[in-house]
Nanobody
Framework: QVQLTESGGGSVQTGGSLRLSCSGSGFSYAMGWFRQAPGKEREFVAAISFPDSRTYYFPSVKERFTISADSARTVHLQMNNLQPEDSAVYYC??????????????????WGQGTRVTVSS
């Protein structure tokens, strides 16, 4: 079982930046970030696969967010030019079976507790 610990959430004003981090206790074939705003479904944000370090992004964040990894157990999400619509609880997820699809929540096996990001206008 993989345990995931997120950090780095907080409150910023529009245009600000935050860096989220996630540390896992085991190996992952991919680690991803999803977010869920109140009243909305959980949506994919970004992911990185291992060992090729291929990255995947949701279109609305591709030019503003960057996912990176220190290893197959620690990933970061640098979020720049944050907008109010980016406000949500952000969840780190680990994919441990080699599923080829990295953008769907159902591909991921373990989830963190979430960290809240609030962007005020």
């Amino acid at each position: 079982q993989v345990q995931l610990t997120e950090s780095g959430g907080g409150s910023v004003q529009t245009g600000g930046s935050l860096r989220l981090s996630c540390s896992g206790s085991g190996f992952s074939y991919a680690m991803g970030w999803f977010r869920q705003a109140p009243g909305k479904e959980r949506e994919f944000v970004a992911a990185i696969s291992f060992p090729d370090s291929r990255t995947y992004y949701f279109p609305s964040v591709k030019e503003r967010f960057t996912i990176s990894a220190d290893s197959a157990r620690t990933v970061h999400l640098q979020m720049n030019n944050l907008q109010p619509e980016d406000s949500a609880v952000y969840y780190c997820a680990s994919e441990t079976t080699g599923d080829e699809v990295k953008v769907l929540a159902r591909s991921y096996d373990y989830w963190g507790q979430g960290t809240r990001v609030t962007v005020s206008s």
